[in-house]
């Protein structure tokens, strides 16, 4: 964070597991935490970091950090499309990492909602931008 970089998580499976829910993904996004990348989420805790407009992405089957050689020092960019409205519930997305790997990855925004969440920043912005627009 005080370089100025995103800071991706890179997790296994269940990533959120025994978590003590939305205040779990709170966290992270104190961190800086702009996207985690796991073998699986822990359905709620997948939910709650979206919530928060974390991106949650899952590696494809039989990949996971060690067998794509990731060691979480790298500076990763996931290439999502630009425009919100061009981002659909589970699509693939390429992350590449400023070592010149790139893999592809499964997005876990799952809802439209999810996506909307994201647009704002999280459900906060959200909520308080649409309740000052009426």
């Given amino acids: ?9 890179l997790a296994g499976a269940e990533y959120g597991s025994g978590s003590s829910r939305d205040w779990a993904a709170k966290g992270p996004l104190l961190l800086g935490v702009k996207a985690v ?7 709620i805790h997948r939910s709650n970091l979206a919530g928060m407009g974390i991106i949650p992405l899952c ?8 067998t ?24 693939d997305v390429t992350v590449t990492t400023d070592t010149g ?25 959200y909520v308080i931008r649409s309740l000052s627009a009426k």
């Fill in 59 to 66: 590696f494809k089957a039989g990949e996971d950090a060690d």
């Fill in 37 to 43: 990348i796991a073998k699986s989420f822990e359905r």
């Fill in 101 to 125: 790997k790139s893999f592809v990855c499964t997005l876990r925004f799952d809802t439209e909602v999810e996506l909307a969440y994201y647009d704002h920043g999280g459900i906060l912005p």
């Fill in 1 to 9: 964070m005080n370089a100025g970089q995103d800071t991706v998580i």
């Fill in 68 to 91: 794509l050689g990731l060691t979480g020092h790298e500076r990763y960019t996931v290439h999502l499309p630009t425009k919100v409205s061009d981002i659909k519930p589970g699509q």
